[in-house]
């Protein structure tokens, strides 16, 4: 400690300066020039003058910083170097050129470590961008070598049930995409798209796949989550489009769906002012969980699922099996360096998102919908937006109802969805058919139809919870509450017209199979296939208030013992 603070004490000598005792203090660290000017200034001598310091004595003194000190009783005395004025002249142009390039030195040498730097910092940069590639080739070809060994295994003879983009080894290992990420040009969203994007109107068919990636894009800048996170605007592309990759094209539960959800997510946070009631937290739930919601879906339910005692039924113990794997998928995708948007917080904060995101995912079983419902009307008389328990719910509810949410959309936005959903449900009843499962009527191609598949729907789940949020947020009501209530009575109408519709039919087909059957038995006449032949109206409406009516009723009974009783006629 003592040598090392001494080094740095400043360094103090004495002159005789026109009979009098001058104090000079200076660093040890100045230069021989800067102690010249130094001297001279106190000396009363022009600066850049050539000088000399002596001691007592006459003998002459080194000036630098290592010159040894003196004390008031032995002074140094400056005298001027008497030189020609050419001399003169040439020893300050030498010294102001030395200091110049001295000066020249530093800022190229500043130049040169800049120049270094930045060609390092590139060379980092390809060798990571190398390396990521390496990365993405190598998993690539265990995806490729994977599917290879499934298909030898399903030529084997081995029945596998509802099969998923990703698997787990046996060893727990998790396996990246099957594709590579393909990347997608940035379009420029317009002020009406921008505005438009905000509210429940939206119409999600008019776009294609990446369109619908630079909107989910601007949703994540525009909530200020990119910014709060330190996302990399890279990354979160990379992110988006693994999400998409990782859509199934099912007749419903793909990309659009999750884009449709998530727009609606987005919309709600700006329609009920969660922007100034949430933290940058909560928002940033909401969006990923809605993003990731049903990635990799195979288009079958949680109860085909555990009916057909598939490999995810089996796995998650028969508990939410699809909501449980659209989980695992979703941190599969973040697990990797390259789509990881969560790579730059804190672990303890990762850990609480993670677990957020996962409480959302599973909300979205609609086994669970009464006992969500439940809690959060037991908090809504008295939410509070600081505690956290009702947080915790009202997320939980929000999901949902960005989930079901179609029919809060115009007619011609949510119509289709309708269709959709009908031909996954048909597919999904169709399949456990062949397969001798149990079929839900609502599935059941015989039996359902557009009016009686939305209107208990729309009447018993989507009505009573959306008006539960309008208590919280009155604001709704007339933007997504009164078109659930349209949507009712539009399906209901429709209803009443296929009733009206299947009676006139009926009525048809009973007055046409009695003039067949009339026709036989009166002419003695046997036709085989009878049930095929048509039959003009003119014909069927001459049948009422037929004689033979009465008779058909009490002689020949149902259709299908039709052909037997007019053979018993015959044999009469």
Known sequence: MGSS??????????????GKVQKVVFSRHCSPCDIKELLCASSNIARNTAILLVDPEGALISIDPTMPANNPN???????????????????????LSQVAEQFSRAFRMNELKTEVTNRLAMLEKRVEFEGLKVVEIEKCKNDLKKLRDEMTSRGGVRVNCNCKYNFTEDGKKLSPRRDVPSYPKYTLS?????????????????????????????????????????????????????QENYRENPFHNFRHCFCVSQMMYGMIHLCNLQERLTMTDKCILMTAAVCHDLDHPGYNNTYQINARTELAVRYNDISPLENHHCAVTFQIL???????????????????????????????????????????????????????????????????????NEVRPTEVAEPWVDCLLEEYFMQSDREKSEGLPVAAFMDRDKVTKPTAQIGFIKFVLIPMFETVMKLFPQIEEIMVQPLRDSRDHYE????????????RSK????????????????????????????????????????????LKECVGPPAVKHQNVQKRRSQ
């Not at 009166?522 to 409406?541: A, D, M, N, Y």
Request: proline share 3%; glycine share 2%; aromatic share 12%.
């Open 5 to 18: 603070s001494s080094s740095y004490a400043p360094k103090t000598v004495y002159l005789d300066v026109d």
């Open 74 to 96: 032995n002074l140094y005395k400056v005298v001027p170097h008497s030189t020609s004025q050419g001399e003169e002249k040439e020893d300050m142009f030498q010294n102001v």
């Open 191 to 243: 002020h009406e798209t921008i505005e438009a994007l905000k509210k429940p109107t939206f119409d999600v068919w008019h776009w294609e796949h990446n369109e619908m990636l630079s909107c989910l894009e601007y949703m994540y800048h525009d909530l200020g989550l990119v910014k709060e996170f330190n996302m990399n605007p890279i990354t979160l592309k990379r992110w988006l489009l693994a999400i």
């Open 335 to 405: 697990s990797m360096p390259e789509c990881n948007i969560f790579a730059n917080i804190e672990a303890e904060s990762f850990k609480q998102i993670r677990q957020a995101i996962i409480t959302l995912i599973l909300a979205t079983d609609m086994a669970r919908h009464g006992e969500i419902l439940d809690s959060f009307k037991q908090k809504e008389n008295n939410f509070d937006f600081s505690n956290e328990e009702h947080i915790k719910c009202l997320r939980m509810v929000l999901i949902k109802c960005c989930d079901i949410s």
């Open 493 to 504: 109408e429709l209803k009443q017209i296929d009733d009206a519709m299947s009676e006139v």
């Open 508 to 551: 048809f087909w009973d007055f046409t199979y009695a003039e067949v059957t009339l026709n036989i038995i009166t002419s003695q006449v046997w036709i085989e296939g009878l049930s095929s032949f048509q039959f003009p109206e003119t014909e069927v409406l001459n049948c009422l208030g037929s004689p033979g009516t009465l008779f």
